[in-house]
């Protein structure tokens, strides 16, 4: 079986300094925030180039406190994606406010900017674009509406760390998670950076929205048993995983560079055979997912399930025809996520891929549709 990800590899990769790192935090009794997730916070602070980074208990919690933060709440409007992990909107109502869907564009899968000015009302309070799969969103157009209505922008960057924003095109640009007022990050072990538990951080450039987060993220409290802010959390990253994720942290960029590698290769691979994924000019994309789209997916998946592929559906009903938020939007409203869902299908996609194995995703899936 080619598998979808492969943990078990990395940690033999990384087994002396995880295990190291662990008997460090063992020792040392910090297993609630402490030295190791202050030392992440100052890593992916320089990684990323932003100047403030709060970790929290998940990448849900990075949203809504983020959004908590940033002073949406009751009453608010939150314009998003409807294909996304149902945690983007999640977060919006936890925080107390309305999601509004946008459709996507089905080049990217990402919220379609053009249709971004048409959902803003006089409750909208910000926007939430999602940086599907590892690829940023269409930035420089949501900033442009965002910024004629003065609305907040909060990156969902679960998928995206290490991705850039190209605006000119090259290699350069700004990482994601530095496009808007703040990000939320995931850590989640599946990710690109990966915990061995659930975890997430927020990022920002605003010292105020920072140091609200950290209250929020903590009973509401900076001084131990003085709380200053009503109706706080318990969401903090804790010591082992920070230090599992320092050791990580150094490959990412080599890991990354991998998924690209693996990606070209299946982009020449299955041309003309699936719809692979066309990142736009400005998206130097991290590849988190690569998925294809094909208009029989499911017997596809089934079809690479016999030939030993793993594969998986990323997702396969969007937000607003999942039975807990049908009150969204109604179903036929936002056409290109819902054919999005029947047809999208993630490859397997992690740098300890073998050339070999990529070769046999690819035979695999021309198999199929020779």
């Not at 509401?220 to 082992?240: E, F, I, N, Q």
């Not at 409203?333 to 047809?343: F, T, V």
Request: hydrophobic fraction near 45%; proline fraction near 7%; glycine fraction near 8%.
């Amino acid at each position: 079986m080619v598998p979808i990800i492969d943990l078990q590899s990395e940690y033999r990769l990384l087994k002396p300094d995880i295990d190291a790192a662990l008997e460090r935090v063992l020792a040392s009794g910090a297993f609630v925030g402490g030295p190791e997730v202050a030392a992440l916070e100052r890593e992916l602070s320089e990684y990323l180039g932003v100047p403030h980074v709060v970790g929290v208990g998940s990448g849900t919690d990075a949203l809504f406190i983020a959004l908590r933060a940033l002073g949406v709440g009751p009453g608010d409007e939150v314009v998003t994606t409807p294909f996304t992990f149902v945690a983007t909107v999640e977060a919006i109502l936890i925080a107390g406010a309305r999601p509004v869907l946008v459709d996507i564009d089905p080049r990217t899968f990402n919220l379609d900017p053009e249709l971004l000015e048409a959902a803003v009302t006089e409750r909208t309070r910000a926007v939430l674009p999602v940086h599907l799969y590892g690829q940023v969103a269409p930035m420089a157009e949501i900033r442009a509406v965002a910024e004629r209505h003065g609305l907040k922008i909060l990156e969902d960057a679960a998928q995206a760390i290490g991705a850039r924003y190209c605006e000119a095109g090259g290699a350069g640009g700004a990482m994601a998670g530095t496009l808007g007022h703040a990000a939320g990050f995931s850590l989640y072990p599946t990710k690109n950076l990966g915990a061995y538990g659930d975890g997430g951080f927020i990022t920002t450039a605003d010292a105020a929205v920072a140091e609200e987060a950290r209250l929020l993220a903590s009973h509401g409290s900076k001084v131990r048993y003085h709380h200053v802010r009503a109706a706080g959390y318990t969401s903090r990253l804790d010591g082992v995983q920070a230090a599992i994720l320092r050791v990580k942290l150094p490959h990412l960029e080599g890991w990354n560079r991998r998924r690209r590698e693996i990606a070209r290769r299946y982009d020449e691979g299955l041309r003309g055979a699936v719809q692979t994924p066309t990142p736009p000019p400005y998206a130097r994309h991290v590849y988190h997912q690569y998925t294809v789209r094909a208009p029989e997916r499911d017997r596809l998946q089934a079809f690479l399930k016999e030939r030993g592929v793993a594969s998986s559906v990323h997702y396969p009903l969007p937000v607003h025809l999942q039975p807990a938020y049908r009150d969204l939007a109604p179903e036929g409203s936002l056409p290109h996520a819902e054919q999005a869902a029947r047809e999208v299908l993630s490859l397997p996609m992690h740098p300890f891929l073998t050339d070999a194995q990529v070769e046999a995703v690819i035979e695999a899936v021309r198999a199929y549709s020779s």
